[in-house]
């Protein structure tokens, strides 16, 4: 049972958190494969708006929405207009999401390619995403970069990491004072030989070179098989280079599964390294909690709102550890108490703080209930099908 | 340098090898973020087969087409003009794939699927892909599922297995007493939580009980990572077993490499083994040596021409290990020397018997040479380019 | 909350399970970079006899000791002698292990040794260890190899698979009507090129040849990376093939951590695979649930102790899973309830029922508390650490 | 066939490589479960030497022997009398390693340890290296840390983290001006958890806070399966923070394999990247090429004279990649060309090199051979058996 303490501490936390989510994550996805469609999938950034809205509704404390530049937006879309349109669903526009992998000019890189003509395109795209930035008021731009090679000998390494310094760095000059840029890495997928931005190191070291506005953006499904993710948040957190995340789980590869769906006890332990990091220095990192994940055969906004739900529950969880008692047990050198002291936070039934904390907030007790009882899915489906068979698609967009 | 008993070793071993092309290595393909389009993509299957047939007519060796149904037959195709098409350019139609995976009905699976009537459409795809086999003189039905679930709980995998025992015993009980049944593993893409046949075991069982005329088809892009593949290949012929290979090569998950890129020597430690057992047994097994690629960005005949002259190469070399001296090493447990021995096979330059057996079989020299200057390619791209246009196509189908 | 009839459920879980302990796991073990010492390891079979019984004096529920022959037993040993020291210490004798890799002459391999005297000598330790399970009235032999090689070449995998065939029959030959012996499979290590049993798949086809009273041993540690060890469990629980586990958690390597102290959800799953299969079929499989840990730092006891109190806590969260409600969602392709329905059940508090049922078996409320309160181990270090020093020992035995 | 200009670049290749030999690796070693004992394998620091002689002798350009303090030294050894003895067996003492895990006071870590007087306990061990590099007159000191933490908890990673950056800038200031401190980094073994030093990019931020004299040092077997290990190589050549190599290859973890006897390709296209980068810099890299491995079964020595001659073998390949047809190629974005430069070097056989480099060197044409017939190795296993006899010793020392 919670004590009032424990409640306390995690409704505060609760509080503390802001979780984004991905505008593309209610849009028709899928794997190589193919997709398998939904009635409900969004066609536009209208549906993405409202279905992102449904899950605040809902869940609350994700009032942000990450866009992505080309499936979002085009030329003619107006800035103040979304921002708008964001307003109205009752969240407002998060970390803008540049698209460097889309174009067929990309086929061999977008800042890491050879010919200094896709280089500038890239360029000029990242510069727009940051424009398009301070026109919907989005403090956050999100570089994901598809480059690699897929054979040994097809460029040089060297030479492509050269690119990438350069273009970062033409990058970041261009960024308000207040934005900042966040480097994602990745060690495969599209390429398979190597990705130009493999892991945080190379991250990190990108990002020092680019600038003081740009930071390490964790994906915690772009790890190898068994590396240790928190040690790498603390690590980034230590050196004040956390920008961000994209949160989803896996098994294998980049799954983009649910959130904590595989091993909750790792999603625990990034949020235990977060937290105890604030108690230790006494301030609040400024991370962006965003969502990546694909929900191929989930109903999309249902998803989302089971995602929110499990982040919420987990860090909560990862708030009652005792942070006096883990210090000390650290101190014995006393592994076993030190290792029940996360379990038991993590194994304590934090309904009680949940109930608390979404009563403040005037939240349903059951929001997936509460979401499936609405209505919205059905009519959107059949407002979506109908809408999709007027425009001649056969599928909502996105990628795959 | 060669002796001429080696080389005579390896111009026996080439003219033993039959490889097996791909139709959809000929088609655009891509990852679930995009495909980069290529003009002389192949359209529909004539084109596939006249790619096909260039491959074979530079490279040799390789006159054997595996077929998708769905991706290159449809109701009013006539399995006897397919069969003449091939044969006019210079092929003949190899295994028959079953596509069990692009039917939105497929979404929770295939054979696996919880609903009878999905399973039962299944079903009948695979009996009339076993007829299309009959009707084009194609012995092998190739069987890969891209079943399984998301997610712990979704479906029980006891009740998945049992559907599983249930299809492929239905689907064997109507080959012709020719035909032969392969059942592919992978342990996951596009199913993420757990695949149902996720490994060589659960094939091997799942072959055993749907009858003897099925057996086993290793993808090399179809392991857990650091898996032993060769042991597995040495373990299937030791239980007359293994069916036939999809090759490819990978770094990471199912990368569809070309053969040989990546780790040449695990493919020559694969091909080892298996003359390895040819010359233990004094039998030549029954394997069908089959390509599976998918070759994103490469020129896409140039890419199988590349492929199946690395096969050669590799298996020339393979050809070359002393066995005697090999299977004396063993018995002395002297390490150094048996590894030596496969080593010093690898890394023999085998260009002389490869310039006999191509002389012998009245190829070019060097094959990839040759194509590239018979103009082929730039006439497909131009034809191509112009009836996709005609067609109001964007790109060249297959997958993703 | 749990509900009266979900603690009846978990009472009824945790009186059906019996949890057996390694003899090896209270000896000082170690790494090959050495082994960091305790004084109150064990020395002698006694000391493990009498701490095993510490364990379920105050865990409950493990009155089982496997034991390893070679560490454990000698010539001399009279079993009946044993079996009557393992009662006054209120456990028993379980399962007997050979030891098929200490001696000089396994330097390569065992059973699959290229030399017939070897394997001789170790089918002899096998037929020993047989008698030495009927001497003390234990029911299962485990046999776990280390056999491999380092190096491609090394020896013939097909060979060797041939003289596992055989040694396994003969052993198979010589068990009592109602002994069982387990084969335990193993990807790596000691062996880094291949291991002969190096899968489940390969233990289950030796295992079959072998006879009807031979299974298969799911070892936690012993798989690849991302392997989904579930689904092995229940594919072998529906082939009638589950002999038994060897649990701990990893996350690299046979790291042989604490089970549940990694990823905890993964052993919950696996608990929850076979209530599952109890469930369908009435039956309850006849399991061996054994530990196969290595503590190198955490004192043994404690952390044995440590590791029944979370197999009872993850064992008891498994019986909660609604059976038939996740039927029903299964049967829905409702995929979000059905993983909603295992995660309910993985994260109840399932303090009330343990406390219930600890109650009911008269054991401490916290028994790792009332371990460290008896003085146990302060005692065991003393007399331990006087007794090595008369003995002239430096460590405790056992490996490394 | 190699033309002159291919041989006379692999012959200046070759003369440009020097390799450093482990002295560990000649004594006997083994796994967590036991060491299979070799006659022949070195007693002490002379046999190691003697040892390493003869590879020198044979295989030639290895004339550095890396040195194990406490294995190697003790306080008693004077430093010019082990430089001397060096030099009477031909060689000279290469990089210092400090021994930080054997003493029992590791057992919570040494530079990471909670404790501060066994933080001060590793760095005097690290600062009494340093000068005893100054004293034998080497320059690089070597550092591997096995600190790290087995379970989630035991300790805080950000205080170990800046408990490593205090006690590597504490060794950084007394490093003679022309010495280098190399930090090596490792995911795992033997602690399970987590490790201090886990990837190259925390060994790369550690040593640029540690000081200008330190470098990232690159173990082959460290890293996290399916990682490009060459291309780490690359980003650390271009940020000129590579400081040298453990080199070895692997199959699953840590295995210490004989060079390239696994994935040959692999470490070929290491030495492309370097040699890539002098060709395109003009410059050498100032790098270590260490061994590390551990042959627990092959004779030591001749395990090490095979992998001296495997190094150059496939140095000399390396050096043989067209570096100006490449560039074009990749100019060209032509990734056959690329790939199948890189693949015609690999696969030229160089023996025509490797003879005119060992003429002019005056070594045996088939240094193996040449070393079998010596009877070097009977007449070590005969007198150190005997000798070991007298001593009392069971095994000759080193690890496990």
Redesign the interface.
């Given at each position: 049972?919670m004590k009032d303490a424990d409640i306390e501490n995690a409704v505060n936390a609760l509080d503390s958190l802001e979780i984004e989510i991905p505008s593309w994550g209610f849009s028709d996805?899928?794997?190589?494969?193919?997709k398998?469609?939904q009635d409900a999938a969004a066609i536009d950034l209208n549906d993405k708006l409202s279905d992102a809205g449904q899950v605040n509704r809902y869940a609350g404390n994700c009032p942000l929405v990450a866009v992505h530049v080309l499936w979002d937006f085009d030329a003619a879309t107006r800035p103040d207009e979304v921002a708008r349109k964001a307003m109205e669903n009752g969240v407002r526009i998060g970390s803008i999401n540049p698209n460097l992998?889309?174009d067929?000019c990309?086929?061999?890189g977008s800042f890491g390619n050879?010919d200094p003509e896709v280089r500038q395109h890239a360029l000029n795209h990242v510069l727009d995403s940051i424009e398009l930035g301070k026109g919907v008021g989005s403090r956050v731009v999100t570089l994901w970069f598809?480059d690699g090679?897929?054979?040994?000998?097809?460029?040089?390494?060297?030479e492509r990491?050269?690119r990438f310094e350069e273009g970062l760095k033409a990058a970041h000059e261009k960024l308000a004072p207040d934005q900042i840029l966040l480097v994602e890495y990745k060690?495969?997928?599209?390429a398979?030989?190597?990705t130009d931005i493999?892991?945080?190191?190379?991250s990190?070291?990108l990002s020092r070179k680019a600038g003081p506005q740009a930071r390490v953006l964790v994906d915690t499904g772009h790890h190898?098989?068994?590396?240790?993710i928190?040690?790498i948040v603390?690590?980034l957190?230590?050196?004040g280079m956390l920008g961000g995340f994209h949160f989803n789980d896996?098994?294998?590869?980049d799954?983009d599964?649910?959130l904590g769906?595989?091993?909750?006890?790792?999603t625990f332990?990034i949020f235990s390294?977060i937290l105890?990091?604030q108690y230790?220095t006494g301030t609040t990192p400024d991370i962006a909690y965003m969502i990546d994940q694909s929900h191929?055969?989930?109903?999309k906004v249902?998803?989302m709102i089971?995602t929110v739900l499990t982040a919420q529950?987990l860090f909560a969880k990862a708030a009652l550890v005792d942070r006096d008692a883990?210090?000390k047990?650290?101190?014995q050198?006393n592994?076993?108490d030190?290792?029940?002291?996360?379990?038991r936070a993590?194994?304590?039934?934090v309904t009680p703080a949940l109930r608390v904390w979404r009563d403040k907030r005037k939240l349903p007790g059951d929001p997936?209930q509460a979401y499936r009882e609405s209505g919205y899915e059905a009519e959107a489906a059949r407002e979506r099908s109908q809408r999709r068979k007027e425009l001649g698609l056969t599928s909502g967009g996105s990628?795959?």
């Open positions: 049972m996805t899928g794997t190589r494969f193919g398998y469609l992998f889309q067929q990309y086929k061999y050879p598809a090679t897929n054979y040994p000998g097809q460029d040089s390494i060297r990491k050269h060690p495969f997928e599209p398979f030989y190597q493999a892991d945080w190191g190379m990190y070291v190898y098989l068994s590396q240790n928190e040690q603390a690590f957190l230590d050196e896996r098994r294998y590869a799954d599964l649910t769906s595989i091993d909750p006890y790792q332990r390294e105890g990091y230790d191929n055969l989930k109903p249902q998803a089971q529950e883990l210090k047990a650290q101190k050198t592994e076993i030190a290792e029940e002291i996360l379990r993590f194994f304590t039934d997936l990628y795959a």
